[in-house]
């Protein structure tokens, strides 16, 4: 088969990834030179711990199975598998931390609550104060800016895989085919449109009533810490954020600081390979987004990361801001939907794209009969 992919995210790369993988000719065209939207401006978590139970957990530990394996074909896409550490340090934080470990598919996830003495045992560098932690085994990581370019370098490598950048895609020429901006018509057996958070233009022509939503995002980025940070780390604000936690009996005896609750903020912290830490994170849904980033966030953020820490902050070396696609029915792990004769669109995994990508495309490739 002929595979026409367009959008050079995570999402569209792993789509790539798949069908090369399967003996196909790849075409992959993107906008911008390289990416540079939220999939480069991510986490590179590979998040399983905060994922609901079902469909959305199968996802996310087979895209963590799919990922190690890529890892360790890809080195430079900087797969470890770190595991994460949320300390909590009340009463109510606990209530959700045991009952996170009590679920049915614990196991899965690799739920184990610990003390403060097993969890430096797991990663030193927290020093602060708290009166336990939930470790998730089963989280990882990879490294975003790098992961896309290294994907590509090794389809490039197949033979099948041609990269076509700086082409927008404008309309569908026929069944299988598509138009770009320089007037080229790419024609195949199946069009996947992995646009991400481009949801207007093209993809509104396709599908007026798409139930995806655009989600901004504030994040930064330190100079090396000079130690390990063996795990990512997360506070206990992300129980109210991610499914597999109950957060009712926390959000009634622990309402959020009000900079936190009013950019609906959790602490996410993974090190980058060069040692530095990235951090974040906010959530802002309303259009029109802000063009501007605000430092009170920043500021929250760095206090709740020392008092982990028990030290100060490297210098922070990058801030900046993302925006991603998210299904508004948040029970779905992505939408995926026939929009044209032979021409599929597939975005909206929220927080979830790194996560599962290629999870997501393997379906995708099962689907279509690749």
Same mark, same amino acid.
């Given at each position: 088969?002929?595979?026409?992919?367009?959008?050079?995210?995570?999402?569209?790369?792993?789509?790539?990834?798949?069908?090369?993988?399967?003996?196909?000719?790849?075409?992959?065209?993107?906008?911008?030179?390289?990416?540079?939207?939220?999939?480069?401006?991510?986490?590179?978590?590979?998040?399983?711990?905060?994922? !609901?139970?079902?469909?959305?957990?199968?996802?996310? &530990?087979?895209?963590?199975?799919?990922?190690?394996?890529?890892?360790?074909?890809?080195?430079?896409?900087?797969?470890?598998?770190?595991?994460?550490?949320?300390?909590?340090?009340?009463?109510?934080?606990?209530?959700?931390?045991?009952?996170?470990? +009590?679920?049915?598919?614990?196991?899965?996830?690799?739920?184990?609550?610990?003390?403060?003495?097993?969890?430096?045992?797991?990663?030193?560098?927290?020093?602060?104060?708290?009166?336990?932690?939930?470790?998730?085994?089963?989280?990882?990581? /990879?490294?975003?800016?790098?992961?896309?370019?290294?994907?590509?370098?090794?389809?490039?490598?197949?033979?099948?895989?041609?990269?076509?950048?700086?082409?927008?895609?404008?309309?569908? +020429?026929?069944?299988?085919?598509?138009?770009? *901006?320089?007037?080229?018509?790419?024609?195949? *057996?199946?069009?996947?449109?992995?646009?991400?958070?481009?949801?207007?233009?093209?993809?509104?022509?396709?599908?007026? !009533?798409?139930?995806?939503?655009?989600?901004?995002?504030?994040?930064?980025?330190? *100079?090396?810490?000079?130690?390990?940070?063996?795990?990512?780390?997360?506070?206990?604000?992300?129980?109210?954020?991610?499914?597999?936690? *109950?957060?009712?009996?926390?959000?009634?005896?622990?309402?959020?600081?009000?900079?936190?609750?009013?950019?609906?903020?959790? &602490? &996410?912290?993974?090190?980058? &390979?060069?040692?530095?830490?990235?951090?974040?994170?906010?959530?802002?849904?309303?259009?029109?987004?802000?063009?501007?980033?605000?430092?009170?966030?920043?500021?929250?953020?760095?206090?709740?990361?020392?008092?982990?820490?028990?030290?100060?902050?490297?210098?922070?070396?990058?801030?900046?801001?993302?925006?991603? !696609?998210?299904?508004?029915?948040?029970?779905?792990?992505?939408?995926?939907?026939?929009?044209?004769?032979? /021409?599929?669109?597939?975005?909206?995994?929220?927080?979830?794209?790194?996560?599962?990508?290629?999870?997501?495309?393997?379906?995708? !490739?099962?689907?279509?009969?690749?």
């Amino acid at each position: 088969m002929r595979v026409i992919v367009v959008g050079a995210g995570v999402v569209g790369t792993m789509h790539a990834w798949h069908a090369v993988e399967r003996g196909h000719e790849v075409v992959q065209i993107e906008r911008e030179t390289e990416a540079r939207g939220a999939s480069l401006r991510n986490f590179g978590q590979i998040w399983v711990s905060g994922r !609901a139970g079902g469909e959305e957990l199968e996802t996310a &530990l087979r895209a963590r199975e799919l990922w190690e394996g890529i890892g360790g074909r890809v080195p430079a896409v900087g797969f470890r598998a770190n595991g994460s550490l949320t300390p909590v340090r009340t009463e109510a934080e606990l209530a959700v931390a045991e009952a996170a470990v +009590a679920r049915d598919d614990a196991a899965a996830r690799g739920y184990k609550l610990l003390t403060p003495t097993e969890a430096r045992a797991v990663n030193p560098a927290l020093r602060g104060t708290f009166e336990a932690a939930l470790y998730c085994e089963r989280d990882a990581a /990879v490294e975003p800016r790098t992961a896309q370019l290294a994907l590509k370098e090794a389809l490039l490598a197949s033979g099948r895989y041609t990269f076509l950048g700086g082409r927008e895609v404008r309309e569908v +020429a026929g069944p299988g085919a598509v138009r770009d *901006d320089h007037g080229d018509v790419h024609r195949g *057996d199946a069009v996947v449109l992995c646009t991400g958070a481009a949801l207007s233009g093209l993809v509104r022509e396709l599908a007026p !009533a798409l139930p995806v939503r655009r989600v901004r995002l504030q994040m930064m980025q330190t *100079d090396p810490l000079g130690e390990p940070l063996t795990t990512s780390v997360a506070d206990a604000d992300s129980f109210r954020y991610y499914p597999a936690y *109950d957060a009712t009996g926390l959000d009634a005896a622990q309402p959020q600081e009000p900079v936190a609750a009013e950019h609906r903020m959790q &602490l &996410l912290m993974v090190q980058r &390979l060069d040692g530095g830490l990235t951090i974040g994170d906010t959530h802002e849904y309303e259009h029109p987004f802000a063009f501007d980033t605000v430092e009170e966030p920043y500021e929250h953020l760095v206090r709740v990361v020392e008092s982990f820490l028990g030290r100060r902050l490297p210098r922070i070396r990058r801030r900046w801001a993302g925006v991603y !696609a998210q299904c508004t029915d948040t029970t779905r792990v992505v939408h995926r939907e026939q929009v044209r004769d032979g /021409v599929w669109l597939v975005t909206g995994p929220g927080g979830r794209g790194m996560t599962c990508s290629p999870a997501i495309a393997e379906r995708t !490739a099962n689907e279509l009969g690749w």
